[in-house]
């Protein structure tokens, strides 16, 4: 029991609970208070919110609960104003000020009551005393003068702060679970790109990552560089001297020497370099320098921690990315996996949702929706920036998503220049990148450009990629066939997330699905006849699309009209198609923006859409194009005008054009642009995205005629056969095109001698140049070997891309050594390939192939492995009709061709 000391006088306690006395026993004192032990402690519990870090001044609202005069009756007391002692007292430091309730002649027995102020004990009552104007009050001893008689457990932090820490956690999380329900950040994907997180996680907390980069700057190893410092009488680089042990009030001072001190290493090592390359008269000493002391990591580590300290003086940062490609995944990760996880006090809003200036609804959320005043929340949140300089991290997301704001760019400049007041907020903003200039600007021209960074987010390696592309399949629960998926498809699908979100969408819950290629046409229809359905749920209609094709039809009715494919205005549509168009804001398919346009006479600030895909506008338009533009005459006058003007929408639309006519409307439309002057420049640039079903005979003999000639095609042809390995899958047009085309070549050693070359030529890059010219062939045959061998060890990969070592028999003679060498890899883990495909090659007409084979079966022979299919290998040696009528020694003859 906790009071104070005056009252504890005398040898002898007792304590009065309930009309029970207890006896009691003082084991802690200082000059203000004592705590008393009562010896059955076990009935009474532990007072936990004692506070020392309560704002206490003239706006402090106080209550007090005791017992007055000798007969102990209760009394309560009210007021305003918790006022430090203007003169230094021996055993109180404060006065309660104004009295509202609770007024007496005389406080005496109230001494050791608790003084509360929002809900904590920040005191206990003292004495009674007269103020300067006569009247009657009471004193306080603050905590802070007996918390030394405290247990921890006796304290508990500010209500104040522990309430917004759960608010704004409670609000950060439901609006990010927005993000999640819209599958606009999708968890477990988030794989971090360049040094973006790293350089937010200094932003947010200065203290802690100040403190790391001082230690990751001290761990770095100079020795080898201020040994030849020293030897040319330089000043030696040193950071020993540096602590990571500093106040908050230190924090600027550190910083500021920090980055001087590693601007100036860096400098040093600049000039040693330079000093170095100046002088190769010793050119052994020149070389060692550079091999031992400079050809390390050391100064890109120094400049990588400088670059990241400068974020700490950072109090606004900006996010650009193009549309779709992980905005708001990198900043609802980093809100979920970083500022909430390590207990940071943040607020995350969507930009669509405010509907005036952002400081309002900030203030409105640090108030705690008016349970605590601002100035009050302001004091408390200053005090904690001084002591430990963690700011409150705003998160606006997505500011190119707001249209009801006017003049949304000068808003957020607006809200920013507020800011600069409240040194504990830091803000991160995100946007497109299109968008920076267009409406933006103005956000870069405040006051505060010295606290503001713009970070354009270009960087994706492929760890991201590969990240990124298997997160959305697991979360959309989608399994592929492993040996289907290319090159072709992996790049197109990972170089851009929002095609990557339609097509697992569309496919989502599909098991073992091919993925030689995307068929953007077909993903797009799909994503609408979802959509349509998603869009319309709760309707009662006969068919779902209606609503959304008519919607799309007006739009690209307007734009065809209008000339412009950009920036529809909201106004030509009905209420009904607007709230079709909020939808489609929320799936990212189209997105909206703000613009000045002319209506009539008069300038007028409007909503406009836009599609977020150029080449989903352009599936739309060519859409509208064939239903309504579907006679002969117009669809061929707006085809040559859409050439003539070189609109925007001509290549896309003459891609989708082509796609249509092949497959949907052979009868209709496949005539009309096959008498089209450009039909042939037509089918060469867009034949490649068309699914194998849709190919006739009609392509397998162009394509053969193409590579029997060594045509201007022949490579585009042969890159393509290339991927379509699978010939079950590709049953139309596959890599045996490519090896009846190198049968017929054969015939002729030049012209097939010519053809590999220019095709598979081997690739090598020159010795002692710093730049190599990329490879001329399609796939060098070195690199093919290469490539393989990665796999060969795997059954199952044999298996499937088994014509891929048909190709390497083919083109043997190129690397005659590798190609021997992969063979005998392949026999030993897949013997039931080698020798279906050496059965398969082993009578060819072509004398030139014959010969491979014989070479191969050859080399095979004397890599036995020791079961039933070496005899196969030898019977089928035996039975080759290659010289079989010369008496030939294969060990010289293999030699020769090694």
């Given at each position: ?305 400088k670059d990241n300290i400068d974020f700490i003086a950072k109090k606004y940062i900006l996010l650009t990315k193009d549309a779709g490609q992980g905005k708001t995944n990198f900043v ?14 943040s607020l995350y809003f969507n930009a669509y949702d405010f509907r005036e200036n952002p400081m309002i609804l900030a203030k409105q959320k640090l108030s705690l929706n008016g349970a ?161 359905l998603e869009y319309q749920k709760d309707q009662q209609v006969l068919n779902h699309q209606d609503s959304l094709y008519v919607l799309l039809d007006k739009i690209s009715e307007y ?340």
């Amino acid at each position: 029991m906790l009071t104070p000391r005056h009252v504890a006088c005398g040898d002898r306690h007792t304590v009065w609970i309930s009309d029970k006395e207890d006896h009691a026993r003082i084991i802690k004192e200082n000059d203000v208070a004592v705590v008393l032990e009562i010896g059955h402690s076990d009935t009474y519990s532990m007072a936990d919110i004692f506070s020392d870090d309560e704002i206490l001044d003239e706006e402090s609202t106080w209550s007090v609960s005791g017992f007055i005069t000798s007969r102990q009756h209760e009394h309560h007391m009210r007021g305003t104003g918790i006022i430090v002692s203007p003169a230094k007292e021996m055993e109180w430091d404060y006065h309660l000020a104004v009295i509202a309730t609770g007024k007496s002649d005389n406080y005496q027995g109230l001494s050791g009551s608790p003084v509360f102020c929002d809900n904590r004990i920040v005191g206990i009552l003292q004495m009674q005393a007269h103020n300067s104007s006569g009247a009657l009050g009471v004193c306080m001893s603050s905590v802070k003068m007996f918390q030394d008689l405290l247990a921890k457990e006796n304290f508990k932090p500010n209500a104040y702060q522990m309430l917004l820490n759960e608010a704004c956690t409670q609000y950060t999380k439901s609006q990010i679970e927005k993000n999640v329900k819209s599958k606009k950040y999708i968890a477990d994907i988030f794989v971090e790109e360049g040094d973006y997180k790293e350089n937010l996680r200094y932003f947010a907390d200065p203290m802690l990552f100040l403190k790391k980069a001082i230690c990751d700057t001290k761990i770095l190893d100079f020795k080898s560089v201020n040994f030849h410092l020293r030897e040319n009488g330089k000043q030696e680089i040193d950071f020993s001297d540096l602590t990571e042990y500093f106040s908050a009030t230190e924090l600027e001072q550190v910083c500021i020497c920090l980055q001087d001190r590693i601007s100036d290493a860096i400098s040093r090592l600049e000039e040693f370099e330079k000093n170095n390359d100046s002088d190769i008269s010793n050119l052994e000493k020149y070389f060692a320098i550079r091999q031992n002391s400079l050809n390390n990591s050391v100064k890109h580590y120094l400049s990588d921690i400088k670059d990241n300290i400068d974020f700490i003086a950072k109090k606004y940062i900006l996010l650009t990315k193009d549309a779709g490609q992980g905005k708001t995944n990198f900043v609802c990760d980093f809100a979920l996996n970083f500022l909430m996880r390590k207990g940071y006090c943040s607020l995350y809003f969507n930009a669509y949702d405010f509907r005036e200036n952002p400081m309002i609804l900030a203030k409105q959320k640090l108030s705690l929706n008016g349970a605590y005043s601002f100035p009050y929340a302001n004091k408390i949140l200053h005090r904690e920036w001084n002591s430990s300089k963690r700011p409150i991290v705003i998160i606006i997301d997505g500011l190119n998503e707001n249209t009801l704001v006017k003049d949304f760019g000068q808003c957020i400049r607006d809200f920013l220049e507020e800011c600069q007041a409240c040194p504990y907020i830091k803000v991160i903003m995100t946007t497109r990148n299109e968008f920076l200039k267009e409406r933006f600007v103005v956000i870069e021209e405040g006051t505060y450009l010295s606290a503001y960074k713009h970070i354009d987010m270009w960087h994706r390696g492929d760890d991201f990629k590969e990240r990124i592309f298997r997160g959305y399949l697991n979360f959309f629960g989608i399994t592929i066939r492993e040996n289907t998926l290319t090159d072709k498809f992996y790049d197109a699908i990972t170089n851009d997330v929002l095609l990557l979100r339609f097509f697992c969408e569309v496919n989502e819950n599909k098991k073992q699905i091919y993925v030689y290629d995307v068929y953007k046409y077909d993903v797009f229809r799909q994503y609408l006849n979802l959509k349509s359905l998603e869009y319309q749920k709760d309707q009662q209609v006969l068919n779902h699309q209606d609503s959304l094709y008519v919607l799309l039809d007006k739009i690209s009715e307007y734009m065809i009209r209008e000339k412009t494919f950009f920036n529809v205005p909201s106004s030509i549509f009905n209420e009904t198609e607007q709230k079709l168009l909020y939808q489609m804001l929320d799936n990212e398919v189209i997105f909206k923006d703000e613009q000045i346009m002319k209506t009539g006479m008069l300038m007028r600030n409007t909503v406009v859409i836009s599609f977020t895909f150029d080449e989903f506008r352009d599936f739309c338009i060519t859409n509208y194009i064939l239903t309504h533009l579907a006679e002969q005459h117009a669809f061929l006058a707006f085809w040559d005008q859409m050439n003539k003007e070189n609109l925007t929408i001509r290549e896309g639309v003459q891609k989708y054009i082509f796609y249509l006519a092949r497959t949907e409307s052979q009868e209709d439309l496949l005539p009309i642009i096959e008498n089209l002057p450009e039909y042939e420049n037509l089918y060469w640039r867009y034949i490649w995205g068309l699914e194998d079903r849709h190919f006739t005979a009609h392509d397998t003999k162009a394509w053969r005629m193409q590579l029997i000639t060594n045509g201007p095609h022949a490579k585009k042809i042969v890159h393509d056969l290339i991927d379509k390995y699978d010939c079950e899958f590709f049953s139309n047009i596959n890599i045996r095109l490519l090896f009846e085309a190198l049968d017929v070549l054969a015939e002729k050693i030049d012209l097939y001698d010519a053809f590999i070359k220019r095709m598979f030529g081997v690739y090598l890059q020159k010795k002692g140049i710093y730049t190599n010219t990329g490879p001329e062939s399609v796939w060098p045959f070195n690199m093919m070997i290469r490539d393989i061998a990665e796999y060969v060890n795997d059954d199952t990969w044999n298996v499937c891309h088994s014509e891929l070592y048909r190709l390497v028999l083919y083109l043997l003679e190129l690397e005659n050594r590798g190609a021997l060498d992969l063979w005998c890899k392949l026999y030993g883990v897949s013997p039931v390939v080698a020798v279906r495909i050496l059965n398969e090659m082993n009578q060819h007409k072509s004398s030139l192939i014959s010969c491979n084979v014989k070479e191969i079966l050859h080399h095979l022979t004397k890599s036995r492995n020791g079961d039933a299919y070496d005899q196969i290998i030898e019977r089928l040696a035996q039975e080759n009709s290659f010289c079989r009528d010369i008496s030939i020694d294969m060990e010289l003859f293999s030699k020769l061709l090694l």
